[in-house]
DNA sequence: AAGATTTACAACCGCGAGCGA
DNA sequence: GTCGCTCGCGGTTGTAAATCT
């Protein structure tokens, strides 16, 4: 037990260094995609099928839209997860150049604390934040938590913790998608020549997602216009 | 100045689906 | 039918950096 206290944990995480990704994104240019762990094996990178896919799929893949989301992918991102649930690759989807992992993390770095905070539109936080880490300001506003605790009462770290362990306890997440309220301002609701109904809960918990996805493709549904369906 | 806290994001993990042998 | 392999997804955790005390 005390040569536990004496050895420094090694770190878990291995973040990937240029060179990997200069190695990585050499051998799919000249290889292609797919093929995960012949990629791990033949580029020479100490890495895992997984970890190489990952890698590509989040960072490396030259389509990828990096820096702060719009205001119109929040809004999307927010009705989508309305409707689809915790079902990132689907809302990414529907976001040209965002991925799974960057609509996750953001959803639950930005606005899944809105949600709580129900204040909807205001992207003040985000940019505050990133010119915080660019190091151009210094302003307590950028300080969603403290500030929060303050205005609300309510310590939003305080409560993702008991959500994260309550989460653990059931393995549940659409549950916590149904009990979620994401603040929305806006009903939305299906338009008066709609055939569907639904109750308090995520759309898509009674309906094929890619049903969904077909009719806001195919311009049945308007995504920018309160999700009102426009049968045609 | 130093340690604690907070934040965003990259990366890992476990599970399940798909597919060919 | 089932076994093994690969891939993709969603949840979770670790890390770096900024800020606070």
Known sequence: MESMKSVKPQPKKNLWKPEEDLVLKAYIEAHGEGKWTTVSKKSGLKRGGKSCRLRWKNYLRPDIKRG???????????????????????????????????????WNTYLNKRGKKRVIGSNKHQESNKKIRAGNISNEACRPNSSSIAETGIDVRKEEKEERSHMKKT???????????????????????????????????????????????????????????IMP
């Open 68 to 106: 702060d989301m719009s205001q119109e992918e929040e809004d999307l991102i927010i009705r989508l997860h309305k409707l689809l649930g915790n079902r990132w690759s689907l809302i990414a989807g529907r976001l040209p150049g965002r991925t799974d992992n960057e609509v996750k993390n953001h």
């Open 171 to 229: 393995n549940s997440s659409m549950d916590e998608t149904q009990s979620f309220d994401s603040g929305l301002d806006f009903p939305i609701v299906p338009g008066t020549s709609a055939v569907f109904g639904f109750e308090d809960q995520p759309f898509m918990t009674n309906l094929d997602s890619f049903f969904f996805l077909e009719a806001l493709d195919s311009g049945w549904v308007d995504p920018n216009s309160h999700l009102q369906w």
